[in-house]
């Protein structure tokens, strides 16, 4: 069974830094686009940032530019979230994604596989 595992998220305060994991299991995401959404009630989920297959290609948010970071360590099959500089607008519950065609895509149906959330609340 393919899965796809966040994990580091928490309560963190305003103008701090946080950093999210996605491991996988079941197989190998080798090649594969890796992608970070988030989703607050109410509200659709939001592309924040992606990684091309090869790695070298990456898409962010303008809300996020300059502030997230989405490295990759392929030997680990690990992909993360750095996040910077949060504000209070970056609370959420952030899912990780996995496309097997391994390009950039920006929407929610460029994925396949999702994993189960984790949530980052940011106090101002």
């Known amino acids: 069974q393919v899965q796809l595992v966040e994990s580091g998220g928490g309560l963190v305060q305003a103008g701090g830094p946080l950093r999210l994991s996605c491991a996988t299991s079941?197989?190998?995401?080798?090649?594969?686009?890796r992608s970070w959404f988030r989703q607050v009630p109410g509200k659709e989920r939001e592309f924040v940032a992606a990684i091309s297959g090869s790695g070298s290609s990456t898409g962010y948010a303008d809300a996020v530019k300059g502030r997230f970071t989405i490295p990759r360590d392929n030997a680990k099959n690990l992909v993360y979230l750095q996040m910077n500089s949060l504000k209070p607008e970056d609370t959420a519950v952030y899912y990780c994604a996995a496309n097997a065609r391994g390009y950039v895509g920006r929407r929610y149906d460029d994925y396949g596989y999702w994993g189960q959330g984790t949530q980052v609340t940011v106090s101002s």
């Open positions: 079941g197989r190998t995401f080798s090649g594969y686009a």
